[in-house]
């Protein structure tokens, strides 16, 4: 079983719908969730942090954490083209510092 | 905004050179790291880096590589002898609290001919 999993892709949206991004992650022990953007070509972006279960709001993105069923999502309201990215979903044990990727699921959105 | 800065972009070299990735990560940050990503897969975690020590490391991060802060602002991943599976691109990151998510450089892609 991978570490970090991610609802596998590509998935495709119009603009202005809502994308949903999944992701699984296998240690209990992790406590600290991250969302990525990766432009082709480009270094991961970081644009969502939680930490706690329930919902998180930042703008268009919602991240939702569940511990119990070891599951994080993402959701872009209103998705624009300049979203159109792979995003990655990475997952930190403890304080150890390091973040373990999943292999990230790249999103279309078509004009 | 602060910036991690790697230098270079890109580096060619023959394999079994010896090569240097330079990182100058945010001035406040406490904590450095190196990643790789191989072209089409996922970012691997490499090394981690605190208090002028490695804090943790990866089964990939093996006796060819090494890592140095060899003064208050540089951070550099030394590869001693290339091989071709070390074509990838190479990312550091900092942080300033151990629970928070990272700031990427801009990468240096590495090509081992």
């Known amino acids: 079983q991978k570490e970090v999993e991610q609802n596998s892709g590509p998935l495709s949206v119009p603009e202005g719908a809502i994308a949903s991004l999944n992701c699984t992650y296998s240690d209990r022990g992790s406590q600290s969730f991250f969302w990525y953007r990766q432009y082709s070509g480009k270094s991961p972006e970081l644009i969502m942090s939680?930490?706690?279960?329930g919902d998180k709001e930042d703008g268009r993105f919602t991240a939702q954490l569940n511990k119990a069923s070891q599951y994080v999502s993402l959701l872009i309201r209103d998705s624009q083209p300049s979203d159109s990215a792979t995003y990655l979903c990475a997952v930190k044990i403890n304080d150890a510092g390091k973040s373990t990727f999943g292999d990230g699921t790249t999103l279309t959105v078509k004009p | 905004e602060p910036e991690v800065t790697q230098t270079p972009s890109h580096q060619v070299t023959q394999m079994g050179q010896e090569v240097i990735l330079r990182c100058v990560p945010i001035s406040n940050h406490l904590y450095f790291y190196w990643y790789r990503q191989i072209l089409g897969q996922k970012v691997e975690f490499l090394v981690s880096?605190?208090?002028?020590?490695?804090?943790?490391k990866s089964e990939i991060f093996d006796d060819q590589f090494s890592v140095e802060r060899p003064d208050g602002s540089n951070f550099t991943l030394k590869i001693r002898s290339t091989k071709l599976e070390d074509s990838a691109m190479y990312f550091c990151a900092s942080i300033s609290q151990v629970n928070y998510g990272y700031t990427f450089g801009s990468g240096t892609r590495l090509t081992v001919v």
């Open positions: 939680i930490y706690s279960n």
């Open positions: 880096f605190y208090n002028n020590e490695i804090s943790e």
